[in-house]
């Protein structure tokens, strides 16, 4: 019996990773923008349902396999991304923090709607991109769509990372990131890095929707609400502007749900999304990676 439990619990385990490497995906470009701007874009979720449809054309409709399909919504997410960053946002950016937060959230429901217009609210059963083909690990089973799902996420992770800390884009980010005033004044061009942050940002999101298809079979156009919710609960839980903080904040976040959800119930596994959120919020409000910064008034 407790060999039964333990079978089971690594099983739940592996689901937890595939589901919560695409969370990690969302949080990275919450973070990010964060990280830059000082804003929640509660827009991102949304940017990753319009990704998901990207990839649902590319595949019915262009006849492409998964990898260009999954290129062709990453492209077409960073163009929306910036121009989001371009009309949305940068008009607004000297306003009080919850002019951009209102902003934000008209940004949101403004492409859930249009979407939901133009597409119908019917959902949309995402095509078969890989066989069904199943391996066995042991007593555990790990299926090919999490295979490449796993892989891609930890692939865009690692380019993420090596952009961030090695490019000349990257260490501008940091520059303007930490002071945005003094890298102007140093010769870099903000708005520039602002808008390469937006586009990576939603690039990474639109890839996330991709795979969501992929794995769920399924689309429409709500479904980036709840999921960009838990990826801030994600990006919270790892420390808000802190890029592995939403990695390891989205890995988590995914394997307590596949958890909840198998030894519990899945009513449940929302709730401990926030559940997670609250706690965080009390006990650690930097997240676990983030460490506190006195500011001087």
Same mark, same amino acid.
């Not at 929306?80 to 951009?100: C, D, F, Q, T």
């Given at each position: 019996?407790?060999? #039964? ?9 592996? #689901?937890?990773?595939?589901? =919560? ?29 319009? =990704? ?10 262009? *006849? ?67 066989? #069904?083909?199943?391996?066995?690990? =042991? ?63 939603? *690039?990474?999101?639109?890839?996330? *929707? ?6 769920? #079979? ?20 790892? *420390? ?21 959800? =198998? ?35």
């Amino acid at each position: 019996m407790e060999a #039964n439990w333990w079978v089971q619990a690594a099983q739940q385990m592996i #689901n937890g990773v595939s589901l =919560g490497s695409i969370y990690a995906l969302i949080a990275l470009g919450y973070t990010m923008v964060y990280g830059v701007m000082r804003l929640i874009n509660f827009a991102h979720g949304d940017i990753y349902m319009l =990704g998901a449809y990207v990839g649902f054309f590319a595949t019915t409709v262009g *006849g492409m396999s998964f990898f260009p399909a999954l290129l062709t919504a990453m492209v077409v997410m960073a163009i929306v991304g910036v121009l989001v960053e371009r009309i949305a946002y940068r008009p607004m950016r000297n306003s009080p923090k919850i002019a951009l937060l209102i902003t934000a959230i008209g940004v949101s429901l403004f492409i859930e709607y249009t979407t939901m217009f133009i597409m119908t609210p019917q959902p949309r059963t995402f095509p078969p991109v890989f066989e #069904n083909t199943t391996y066995h690990v =042991g007593p555990l089973l790990i299926t090919l769509q999490q295979l490449v799902i796993l892989g891609s996420s930890l692939a865009l992770m690692v380019i993420l990372t090596y952009i961030v800390q090695h490019t000349k884009m990257g260490k501008a980010m940091r520059a303007v990131s930490y002071d945005a005033e003094a890298a102007r004044l140093m010769g870099i061009h903000v708005d520039r890095v602002i808008s390469f942050t937006f586009a990576v940002g939603s *690039g990474l999101a639109g890839a996330a *929707g991709v795979l969501v298809g992929v794995y769920y #079979n399924a689309i429409d156009p709500l479904m980036g609400i709840m999921p960009g919710l838990k990826a801030f609960v994600a990006a919270v839980l790892g *420390g808000v502007g802190i890029i592995p903080g939403a990695m390891f904040g989205g890995l988590i976040l995914g394997v307590v749900e596949a958890l909840v959800s =198998g030894f519990i119930s899945s009513t449940f596994r929302d709730a401990a999304a926030f559940t997670i959120l609250i706690l965080i919020l009390l006990i650690k409000p930097t997240g676990l990676l983030g460490r506190t910064e006195r500011e001087k008034v």
